[in-house]
C-alpha cells in the first residue's frame, strides 16, 4: 500500500485566484485524511473528484484562519450527504469551543459524531495508530503553537522466497520461525540465517507535513529517510528576517530541511502571495535540494 497526496491549497494567509488556502488531502487504502483545512477546500475536493464520504480525519497544525476556515463549510456539507460515521479532527484544544460552536450554528441535524481529540502536552505525541498506519506529531516554530505531522506506514511482516522453501525442504514450523528472526539448522547441518531467504515485498511509505514553521533543523532528527517532505516555503531568501519575524521559512531553509532530514522528495508551498512566478523561488530552494517541486494544486503525487 502507498499514499495518494493530492494538492488541495499552496497558499498562504491571502489568498489569490491561482491558489487556496492550506489544505491537502492523503488517500491510504479506503480511507481519506485532511491535512489543514483552508477556506474553500471542500470545493477543491469536489474539483479534484475527491469523495467526500471516504474522509477519515482532519488534521490541524494550528488556528490561523487560513489553515481552519474550511472545517465548518465542510461539516455542514457532510450533514447533508446522510453520512453515519463519526469523524475525528485533531487539533489544539482551543479549537474545540469554536467547532461546538459553529456546529450548534450551521448543522441542524448532524447525521453523524464529531470526534474532536485535542493535543496533549507532549510535541512528539503519536495521535493515531490504526490498521498498519501510524501518525505522530513534531512542535514547529510559528507564533502561535503549531504542530507538523508525520504519516508512516508501519513496516509488514517480511515474506519467505517460495524458491527457498523448495530448496531447503523447509517445513511450515521452520517458516515461521525464520520469519520471527530465528536461524534454522537445516537437514544437511548448515544454518540458514533469515536474510539469506527473507525478502520485505513493499517498503513502508512515509509523509511529512510541516507548516507554519521557522527554520527548525533540530526536527531533522525525526524526519530522517521520510519518502516526502512538505515544507513551507513562504519567502524568498532575501526575506529571512521577515521569515524569522512572522514564524515563516525561506525557500533555501526549506532545501537545508529536506538535505538534513535525508528526504527523497520534497515539496514546498505556502507560498506569499507577493510571488506570482514561484520560478526564481523555486530555484532557490532547487540549489540546495535538487529534488523539489512547487506544490500545484490539483497534482496528486504517489508516495
Not at 37 to 55: D, F, K, M, V
Not at 71 to 78: K, Q, S
Not at 237 to 245: I, S, V, W, Y
Request: glycine share 6%.
Amino acid at each position: 500500500m502507498s499514499f495518494e497526496l493530492t494538492i488541495l491549497g499552496s497558499g498562504s494567509a491571502r489568498p489569490i485566484a491561482e491558489r487556496c488556502p492550506s489544505a491537502h488531502a492523503l488517500l491510504h487504502g479506503r480511507w481519506l485524511y485532511l491535512v489543514d483545512c483552508g477556506e474553500g477546500t471542500q470545493l477543491q475536493l469536489a474539483r479534484y473528484g475527491l469523495p467526500l464520504e471516504r474522509i477519515s480525519a482532519i488534521f490541524l497544525t494550528h488556528l490561523h484562519a487560513d489553515h481552519v476556515l474550511g472545517v465548518f463549510g465542510l461539516l455542514a456539507t457532510l450533514s447533508m450527504t446522510n453520512r453515519t460515521a463519526p469523524l475525528r479532527i485533531f487539533a489544539h484544544p482551543a479549537f474545540e469551543p469554536l467547532l461546538r460552536m459553529n456546529l450548534d450554528f450551521f448543522v441542524e441535524r448532524p447525521s453523524f459524531s464529531v470526534d474532536f481529540r485535542p493535543f496533549s502536552d507532549d510535541p512528539y505525541e503519536t495521535l493515531l495508530d490504526e490498521g498498519n498506519m501510524t501518525v505522530r506529531t513534531v512542535p514547529l516554530r510559528h507564533r502561535i503553537p503549531t504542530r507538523g505531522f508525520i504519516f508512516e506506514e508501519k513496516r509488514l511482516p517480511p515474506n519467505i522466497r517460495r524458491d527457498a522453501v523448495r530448496e531447503h525442504g523447509l517445513s511450515p514450523e521452520q517458516v515461521r520461525a525464520l520469519k520471527d528472526g530465528e536461524p534454522q539448522r537445516l537437514a544437511c547441518g548448515r544454518i540458514l540465517r533469515p536474510g539469506e531467504v527473507l525478502y520485505q515485498k513493499q517498503q513502508p511509505a512515509s509523509y511529512a507535513y510541516l507548516s507554519d514553521t521557522s527554520f527548525s533543523p533540530e526536527l531533522a532528527t525525526h524526519l530522517q529517510g521520510v519518502d516526502c517532505l512538505y515544507h513551507e516555503a513562504t519567502f524568498m531568501n532575501e526575506l529571512e528576517d521577515t521569515a524569522l519575524a512572522t514564524g515563516h521559512s525561506t525557500a533555501g531553509q526549506a532545501g537545508q530541511m529536506a538535505r538534513l532530514a535525508g528526504t527523497k522528495r520534497l515539496i514546498v508551498g505556502h507560498f506569499s502571495a507577493r510571488y506570482r512566478d514561484l520560478a526564481p523561488l523555486l530555484r532557490q530552494v532547487q540549489e540546495v535540494f535538487p529534488h523539489a517541486v512547487p506544490a500545484r494544486e490539483g497534482e496528486t503525487h504517489s508516495i
